[in-house]
């Protein structure tokens, strides 16, 4: 596999081979719907692997079990170079290109026959930004020394397949799953339509085409898809150029027939380059917000750039009933499901870029409500639990025992963000149109998980396992502990600010939630009596940490690659050492509850333990690192999370697709940790910590709605421009 | 649902509804294979429901996941009373009977049509004891008031199917599936033989049916089924008797279509009468063996033959490459895996009435130990680690964390039994040929397990689940750690006695397993430095019980259902509430490591807190409250597991058949607790504990190859008669 090239805009592969790695890395989104980055006339080896998904569109595999599901194909393009199929060719001089600025990806490459003719390619491709249901391929083939046919062919296939892959680490699935049923095709003259039911819910999805190009045009349509073929002449040394412009809808956006035909409509004036236009200006609206620029380093100025547009890609814009999963839509992994990820690590940087993409997540999570109420139900808990592994009512689709059970700081991670997002953005309605209502909730299932114990007067949180998903099921996991606590308090002062400031619909919810005012004094006594535990300056993980045996991790541990591959589950968690931080994680998010010498403590005793073999695990590291000065360690860290996808780190990338999580972590030990920027006591404050070889670091941030510049230069005082 | 009538050799239902429940409890078997007790012409709702099993016949339904094979059905018969099918009839006078003394099955009852042409029938069905491979059923039709037409029909039907029923106690699998595939028919003058082979492993299967009745006779076969037609006359007042004398033979048997062509030439000169007196015959040798008389209460003494006479269907005699599952062969509940109910719950019975079942049963663990070395690997352990959930190899069929990976116990209770064995029947060639290297495999399995904590100098036992299921996964489970030192201690031993008493088997031995002299050390230091945790004199059951809520289990327990369908798992765990003994169950395994003192602060803490929601509960109860002299507890258990299916007492017989375990706790608690039986020090000791009501109690039982007749009579001194 040959390397990557970064450049400030640009991510090139010349590699045409390892295919798997660059359809990962070049996965295109607009947050409506996302493909793989695979070359449109490249077929895959199961229809399973050309994945075409839909955000917030799942569909039952199993009573109760969803997957996201992979969608009819409408990248497809074939073509038959003077009677030879263009795959029986060799491929050399081969570029794909994905440029950041306008998510524009290209193959360019040259195709030889047997016989010795030679044909320049260029195919393109694009999702549209400004009109979420609308993408767009165009081909260019120029014969370089040959004249003849062309027979170029393309349309919608829905004979497609779902592969459900679970949150099971060691298990892998081979199950395939046909998800489309009542598939019917409307050949067209210069394209078709085609529209589909999921088998089990009758969810709809509805999806055309329209060819452009010289040449005979013919439609031909069959039971599951639909193709048109366009028949031409090729001259040596001239460029033949075909467009193929696609509309997509579900039933999500209402009548996806209609919406598809509508679109389709549209699509006969326009092209792909006035398409690519306005989806370019989309674009630069974002990039404007978004981009962190880095003078001096250009590969890690591509690089994070990198991490944001795939953040930017992965993000439901406008859709308050959609999430970011742990793969955006670049994979099924996870069956395309919403973790912790999303609030701790991704929501950050919309928060602080695009507040209302940030508010668009946590009201997705304020639907699931109901789903969370009932699933504290049948964990017999009073209130709100959300799952850890979340789909689209927000039903658990996590199967084990000690994860989806056990590992409950999704809820006060939930919690944590909506404090964050409050408090960045000042956005007072939400906290009181739905907010409140999600920490009442969800600070009530608490009450039912912590154990009073009598004779300690102290509350333990029994059988829980932490972010460190290697320390076993244990009690009192310090990370767990010091959220759930913190979501305790949160929830009494919202309910304490909601009471003074909106009495009326303080009365309203109270009512409807059945609350009663000894509920808060609980909360209280429960966050003040939790059972955190210390040796001096030193927090413990958790009950069992000190009963762990040592291991020496440089003997086992070779490369990046996670130990769980060598070492089973079982018994890796009665070894000392982490997955990913826990204790450092809790001061990662609040560092202004510790001192300089417990942030230091805490580093000097678990960094050597951890064995960062979660994604989450190298960005929080870096963050750490930067705000203790740890200069070098955060330089470390911050390439494994900044290049984790592009360097294929964990050497899943191109089995997984790309890792969202860690794109998001990146851009906090970024802006957060280099770019010096902490939000204290309702302040906004940079510090300078630019990192060696970075001269100059610009970004934006909102802050109460008010849109900040920050320049940072070498050794000089951070500027902070207020634009308004 | 009326009540079974219990009678010293029968059990009687008067209640033609209820069918499940009396499919379970009139399910037979001969070890060999098993037919849940459904009547020969009732046809099932659905293929699944009428189950045929063979003792150790499984074939995968997903790769590693195993089922116990529903295999075609032998036991059809339909008829049609001049010209209208007997199912349309209305039953009454209805009495079915389990002769327990040689399992016959009869069913009785009188047919009445629409025209009110009444018939009497009788339907009488076994499996054979003397030649497992063989079955028989007997039809007599007499009408009462009417002369007309018979059309009687029988055969074989692999039209069947499997439903995987998995260990997770809360999710329902609604997914069928197909096994068979290659069937092949071949009708014959009166009867016909079907061969077949499971669908991944080609595993075969043959069976042969021959039918004699007076009439004229014809067999039809089609692609999956083999049926033959009797067409007679049947005249008032006379009854009409037919016969279907079956024979089945599997791929584990050799060639099984051979063996069953062979024995089809046997029925030929055979008759159901012949075949059931030579069955009986069997039978009465084993109830020689086996039998518990008791005189004074005749609803116990049919109970308690009840219980032994299934714990005899479900032993494989003769097979040492099975065991016994969870339910035998009444039902596939756990996918018919065998569990630690087999070695410490069954397995008593068999070493003291018929040492050589016993032997067998621990041959099948020696047999898969190949797959334990295997599965201890997986678990990056060395030495061998038994699965949870075993089937055929061994190979772990449990998928849920919290058992699967944590119930670890099941290990050292295969050792306790290997002992226990060795013990009672002095069968030390067991112990040269596969004993000791079965122990010695297993005990390293612990040196991995157990974590040494240097600043303690003590091992810790972490993430474990012991006998009580609603106690987390926790540390230091006493259970499991006692058991394991207990292991550890008697590896060591077994080592050293086989040095000692055969140098030579001794020295291949130690070279086929790599064995280091410096191991057992180890296991010596480990079993010296074990945590095992008391309060004066109340052992504690693990390191969180003392954390745990209490419950008032009054106010929310109101029979003996199962407390989980109620409140989830995950909360009942953090409740101060037991499953199932834990610490009672280890003392009474190994009650002579306890002064009494002890054992009553057990009794007097766990037991208010025990919900009994496993069935292995109260026969454990009824035999430690025994021995305490707590009468009237004693009773009160004894009789929930005594008549637990035949009373129904879980409310789940009828959907997960018979609970063997429960089985051999009922034995376990009336002949080592109100039978007063132990062994001491290698003495074999007998004390008086007859309950009220009960003037006399006699059994047999082995001790160290000798057979002693034990009688007890009210008030008096036992009796021990060594017969030789």
Redesign the interface.
């Known amino acids: 596999m040959r390397e990557l090239r970064i450049t400030p805009w640009r991510i090139e592969s010349l590699d045409p081979d390892d295919r798997s790695f660059r359809e990962s890395i070049f996965s295109q989104g607009n947050g409506y719907m996302g493909t793989r980055g695979y070359r449109p006339d490249q077929r895959g080896a199961h229809p399973a692997w050309r994945s075409t998904f839909l955000a917030g569109f799942y569909e039952y595999v199993k ?1 109760g079990i969803t997957d996201l599901v992979n969608h009819p194909d409408f990248s497809g393009i074939q073509f038959r170079l003077n009677g030879t199929d263009s795959e029986s060719h060799t491929v050399s001089d081969f570029l794909q290109t994905l440029d950041l600025r306008c998510g524009l990806v290209t193959w360019a490459y040259n195709l030889t026959d047997r016989a010795g003719n030679q044909t320049r390619v260029k195919q393109e491709k694009f999702l549209s930004m400004a009109d979420r249901h609308l993408a767009a391929i165009r081909v260019s083939l120029t014969p370089v020394n040959w004249s003849g046919t062309l027979e170029l062919s393309g349309g919608i296939d829905a004979r497609v397949e779902n592969l459900p892959v679970s949150d099971d680490q060691l298990t892998e699935n ?1 199950e395939f799953v046909k998800m489309w049923s009542d598939v019917r095709t409307e050949p067209r003259p210069a394209g078709g339509q085609l529209t589909a039911q999921t088998r089990i819910s009758h969810r709809q999805i509805a999806q055309s085409y329209l060819f452009s190009g010289k040449g005979s045009l013919k439609t031909e349509a069959a039971d599951e898809w639909v193709t048109t073929t366009i028949n031409a002449r090729l001259s040596q040394g001239m460029t033949w150029v075909g467009e193929k412009r696609i509309a997509v809808a579900s039933f999500r956006d209402g009548d996806a027939g209609e919406i598809v035909k509508e679109k389709s409509e549209e699509l006969k004036d326009t092209t792909f380059d006035e398409l690519l236009t306005e989806s370019a200006l989309a674009w630069e609206k974002i990039w404007k917000q978004a981009d962190v620029q880095l003078i001096g380093n250009d590969e890690w100025q591509g690089a994070i750039r990198y991490n944001i547009f795939q953040l930017i890609q992965a993000m439901p814009y406008g859709d308050t009933h959609a999430s970011i999963g742990a793969r955006g839509l670049t994979h099924g992994r996870y069956k395309g499901c919403y973790f912790w990820d999303t609030e701790i690590f991704m929501l950050p940087f919309f928060a602080y870029t695009q507040p209302n993409a940030a508010k668009s997540l946590l009201q997705y999570r304020c639907h699931t409500l109901p789903d969370a109420v009932e699933s504290a139900k ?4 009073k209130g709100a639990r959300f799952s850890w592994m979340a789909s689209d009512t927000g039903f658990e689709q996590c199967g ?3 994860t989806g ?1 056990c590992e409950i700081h999704i809820t006060a991670d939930i919690a944590h963000a909506v404090r964050q997002y409050v408090e960045l953005t000042g956005d007072e309605a939400f906290l009181r149109d739905c907010g409140t209502e999600l920490l009442l909730q969800t600070a009530r299932y608490w009450v ?2 912590f ?3 009598s ?1 300690e007067d102290q509350y ?1 949180l ?2 829980v396992k932490g972010p460190d998903e290697y320390c ?4 009192d996991d310090f990370y767990t502990v010091s959220m759930a606590r913190d979501h305790l308090e949160q929830a009494a002062a919202a309910i304490k600010w909601m009471e003074k400031t909106y009495p009326e619909d303080w009365t309203v919810l109270a009512e409807k939630t059945g609350f009663q005012p000894e509920e808060t004094e609980k909360w209280m006594d429960i966050a003040a009596k939790v059972v955190l535990r210390r040796r001096g300056e030193l927090w413990k993980q958790d009950a ?1 940490f ?4 040592p291991l020496d991790i440089q003997a086992h541990k070779d490369d990046d690659a996670p130990l769980y591959h060598k ?2 589950f ?5 070894y000392q050492v982490l997955k990913q931080p826990a204790v450092l994680m809790y001061m990662a998010l609040c560092p202004e509850k510790f001192s300089k010498v417990e942030v230091e403590a805490a580093w000097n005793y678990y960094e050597p333990k951890t064995l960062h073999d979660s994604t989450l695990s190298f960005g929080i590291h870096a963050l750490v690192a930067a705000r203790l000065g740890y200069e070098e360690k955060a330089v470390h860290y911050l390439e494994k999370s900044l290049f984790l996808d592009l360097k294929n780190v964990m050497k899943n990338t191109a089995g997984e697709g790309i890792h969202t999580a860690s794109l998001g972590a990146t851009w906090q030990a970024m802006v957060l940790g280099f770019g010096g920027l902490s939000i204290c006591n309702g302040v906004l404050n940079v510090e300078n910590r630019l990192p060696p070889g970075i001269e100059e670091m610009r970004y934006r941030v909102f802050h109460k709605g008010i849109p900040h510049r920050i320049t940072i230069r070498k050794n000089q005082k951070p500027e902070i421009f207020v634009e308004i």
Request: hydrophobic share 35%.
């Open positions: 009573p081979v049948r964990f017999s808990a084990t025992w000690d059970c039912d998980r154990n009073y114990v004779a333990h029994l059988f076993g099921v244990t009690c069992t000190d009963l762990l045996e070492i089973g079982d018994r890796l968690q009665r």
